[in-house]
Structure formats: structure tokens, C-alpha cells
T-cell receptor, first 112, second 116 residues
């Protein structure tokens, strides 16, 4: 069965620190990859997505993610986090059809 | 703004008492989803509608049913809620443009269900 693994459940960073959140999935075929974010008190929303092409994907608010097919990974990065990036981040994988598998999420807290 | 709306945001029901959660959308998307999310866990897909076609996940309990009377509305019915059904229920939509799914989803704020 397909699965998505997010390595860190909680991350605490100071403002201006660099961020990398790990995501690995188990599926050998073609996948569509997503990162969603949920800010406190808000609904889940799309941060970025990869369908094909350049494996380095840029999203909103300075986030980017790199698809490494050989490692089944889609890690999220941001060079310098801000207090407003405090949120929960979900990696998600779709292998065709309408079923998207989500990871358990990583709660990021950025200290001002 | 086009959006996905869920009502109520918080629902308390008694053990075994049927409850209905509602979702509406102004995006005119043809696919609607219901997810269950328990604390510190990943959202888990219960079922989805593609237009009027209902698609149940194999591991979704029979206790969970859904209705989609039109494009805009979708309901989640829990026939006999148990304590284990306490969770956040998320509704989402997506637009299928014919390439086999896998498109980004738009989520509502969720309904937190408490079972007493």
C-alpha cells in the first residue's frame, strides 16, 4: 500500500533559520506530489505541487521543494523562515485517480 | 471569494445518535471528498464523488455514508457514532480536467466532531 512518511513531527526554529522538512513516499510509479500548509485557525491550503518537468518546484511565500525520484523524496525547503511560517505542513502523494495519501504532518514553530 | 464551506464547525453528538455534517462549495468543482483526521494523524480519505458517482474507500466503515444532491452540496452521515469516530472531518474539492485525477484539492475549515 502507498504510504507517506514525514520525518519530523515537531520542528522549532528561530526566525531567519533555514528549514528543510523531509517527506518520503512508497510508490514506484509516476506520482503527483504536494505540500499543503495549515496556518493556525485556518484551513489546509496548497503550498506547492509537482506533476512533471523541473524537479525543483517553487511555491508561495518563498517555499520550494525538490523531487528526487531515486530517493522517493519530496523535501520542503525555505532559506529563511519567518514567525508567520508557524503552521502545520503536510506532504501528500497522488499516484493517479482521485486518492491522495497524506503524511501525518509536521508542526513548525518559529520563535520570533 | 470562491470557497469550500463546512457546517457546523463544531458538532457534539451522543453515542449512537445519527449525525450529519454538511459541505458546500462555490468553486463548481466536479469532485468532492470527505476525509477523517484524528489528532496528530494524516487526513484519511473516506470517499469521494465524481459528479454523482460515489466512490467508497475499501476500509471506510459502513457506519459512514454520503449524499451529494447537487454539484454544490455534499453531506456526511454517520449512522451510529461511536467514541472512535470523534475526529476532524474535512471536506475538499478538486476540478478534474480529464487527465485522470491527481489535482490539487481545496479544503474547507473542517467540522470537529465530539461524541459523548
Amino acid at each position: 500500500a502507498q504510504s507517506v512518511s514525514q520525518h519530523n513531527h515537531h520542528v522549532i526554529l528561530s526566525e531567519a533559520a533555514s528549514l528543510e522538512l523531509g517527506c518520503n513516499y512508497s510508490y514506484g510509479g509516476t506520482v503527483n506530489l504536494f505540500w499543503y500548509v495549515q496556518y493556525p485557525g485556518q484551513h489546509l491550503q496548497l503550498l506547492l505541487k509537482y506533476f512533471s518537468g523541473d524537479p525543483l518546484v517553487k511555491g508561495i511565500k518563498g517555499f520550494e521543494a525538490e523531487f528526487i525520484k531515486s530517493k522517493f523524496s519530496f523535501n520542503l525547503r525555505k532559506p529563511s523562515v519567518q514567525w508567520s511560517d508557524t503552521a502545520e505542513y503536510f506532504c501528500a502523494v497522488n499516484a493517479g485517480g482521485f486518492k491522495t495519501i497524506f503524511g501525518a504532518g509536521t508542526r513548525l514553530f518559529v520563535k520570533a | 471569494d470562491a470557497m469550500v464551506i463546512q457546517n457546523p464547525r463544531y458538532q457534539v453528538t451522543q453515542f449512537g445518535k445519527p449525525v450529519t455534517l454538511s459541505c458546500s462549495q462555490t468553486l463548481n468543482h466536479n469532485v468532492m471528498y470527505w476525509y477523517q483526521q484524528k489528532s496528530s494523524q494524516a487526513p484519511k480519505l473516506l470517499f469521494h464523488y465524481y459528479d454523482k458517482d460515489f466512490n467508497n474507500e475499501a476500509d471506510t466503515p459502513d457506519n459512514f455514508q454520503s449524499r451529494r444532491p447537487n454539484t454544490s452540496f455534499c453531506f456526511l452521515d454517520i449512522r451510529s457514532p461511536g467514541l472512535g469516530d470523534a475526529a476532524m472531518y474535512l471536506c475538499a474539492t478538486s476540478r478534474d480536467i480529464g487527465a485522470g485525477g491527481g489535482y490539487e484539492q481545496y479544503f474547507g475549515p473542517g467540522t470537529r466532531l465530539t461524541v459523548t
